[in-house]
């Protein structure tokens, strides 16, 4: 056997957001999507909001040293001219209850939710949006200052632009006529509902906009922001071919489109870069592999190559989000072993990896599938709201605790 050793002070955690455990949403585009019959009701969720000491309990019993969460814009700006003192304090609550636990907080500024008022003023389609979401995050900042060290701006900017413009899958929902080419990095839309046309010049709008926004946002904080580091959870795709030189081409020019062509506009407004990592896609593959209940192949390697990408940028990595959908927890175990196991690689070529976060603590609403797909450590029966850790829980919590992973020479 041999023990494959994590650097000092790795963090070691899950992720949430709000919108998928809280419960009891306030009104905004996913709420109206529901509403809409284009995605499932989100109800109340994991009841999370009023169950967060319970549930990390848990977590601080499972041996992580942190925890990956996001905070809900509607609460906190219910309409344009008002910002909510309360919630403020619930979330500083949940912030303490981290702490008070030894698990460091990881905060989410914006995780999917648009609340309605900024809905009806175009949302992520209006040239306002970066400057709304920058003073949205000034506040909250703010106002939590000097409580909380990590920052995330934006959680995956690239499927929001993805499944919302070309997809047809998330809001809003619009479905451009080539949205078979973009299979492979989207939702597809359920159901018969028809769907607005989208526009691929739209979406590179919203692309911009994104960009944008997390700028504008990192500059607000870092203005005002104590001792605080700032970046962006960034979707990652690794895309790799057999030798054909076609399917090269298709690689190299994917790498691009859905990674590089972002980052080089936000790398240098990151003081960090979260990447989350669920599947590859290897132009040419002709067998395919094991599949998690989403439909997603199991490919670790991908998570290598993920984080390989960003080495040119210079900056501390952390895989924000890495996970599978799987009810029966049969394969849990040796998916995240797996994984670490390329994240420890990826350590000893010379990638500064700080932290890893399997994604997610417990079942939750997984967004247009509803709750269906069960990715959590732990278990959540969503009639009694009843917790049931699951056995890989306990197989995560050993390499945390022992900060190294015992494998086979
Ligand atoms: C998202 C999560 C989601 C997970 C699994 C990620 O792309 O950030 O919100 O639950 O995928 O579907």
Same mark, same amino acid.
């Given at each position: ?90 979330? &500083? ?9 030894? @698990? ?17 003023? %175009? ?43 070309? &997809? ?17 990095? %989207? ?13 691929? @010049? ?71 870069? %979260? ?29 290598? %190559? ?44 010379? @990638? ?34 009843? &917790? ?22």
């Amino acid at each position: 056997m041999k023990t494959l050793k994590f650097p000092d002070g790795f963090l070691w955690g899950t992720g949430t957001s709000a919108f998928q455990v809280e419960g009891n949403t306030p009104p905004c585009n996913w709420t109206k999507g529901a509403e809409e019959g284009f995605v499932p009701e989100i109800g109340q969720a994991c009841d999370h909001y009023n169950r967060f000491e319970g549930d990390f309990d848990i977590a601080q019993e499972l041996g992580h040293n942190a925890h990956r969460f996001s905070i809900e814009w509607g609460r906190i700006q219910p309409s344009e001219k008002k910002f909510d003192a309360d919630e403020i304090a619930h979330y &500083r609550s949940v912030i303490q209850a981290l702490r008070k636990r030894g @698990l460091e907080p990881i905060v989410t500024l914006w995780h999917f939710t648009i609340p309605l008022w900024l809905l009806e003023k %175009g949302g992520l389609e209006s040239s306002l949006f970066p400057e709304y979401f920058a003073r949205y995050c000034e506040y909250v900042t703010n106002e939590l200052g000097g409580t909380v060290h990590y920052w995330i701006t934006i959680n995956e900017p690239l499927p929001v632009a993805n499944n919302g413009w070309l &997809r047809g899958s998330w809001p809003p929902f619009k479905k451009w006529w080539l949205d078979t080419l973009f299979k492979g990095f %989207g939702y597809p839309g359920k159901g018969d509902r028809k769907r607005p046309t989208g526009s691929f @010049l739209t979406y590179l709008k919203v692309r911009r906009h994104l960009a944008r926004a997390h700028n504008k946002a990192y500059q607000l904080i870092k203005r005002n922001g104590r001792d605080s580091s700032v970046g962006i959870a960034k979707h990652t795709i690794y895309y790799h071919s057999d030798k054909n030189l076609l399917n090269q081409f298709c690689a190299v020019f994917m790498n691009w489109f859905w990674t590089y062509s972002f980052m080089s506009h936000v790398h240098k407004q990151c003081d960090f870069i %979260g990447i989350n990592q669920y599947f590859d896609k290897e132009f040419g593959r002709e067998k395919s592999l094991p599949k998690t209940d989403i439909g997603w192949e199991i490919y670790p390697l991908g998570l290598f %190559g993920a984080l390989s990408f960003f080495k040119r940028y210079g900056k501390p990595l952390y895989v924000t989000e890495n996970g599978i959908a799987d009810a029966t927890d049969k394969s849990r175990t040796l998916f995240i072993r797996d994984n670490l196991r390329e994240v420890h690689r990826a350590i000893q070529v010379g @990638l500064d990896v700080r932290g890893y976060f399997y994604w997610s603590l417990m079942d939750n609403y997984e967004l247009a599938e509803g709750y269906t797909m069960r990715f959590g450590l732990v278990e959540v029966d969503f009639e009694t709201q009843e &917790r049931k850790v699951r056995p890989s829980a306990y197989e995560y919590k050993k390499i945390c605790e022992n900060n190294a992973l015992t494998v086979e020479e």
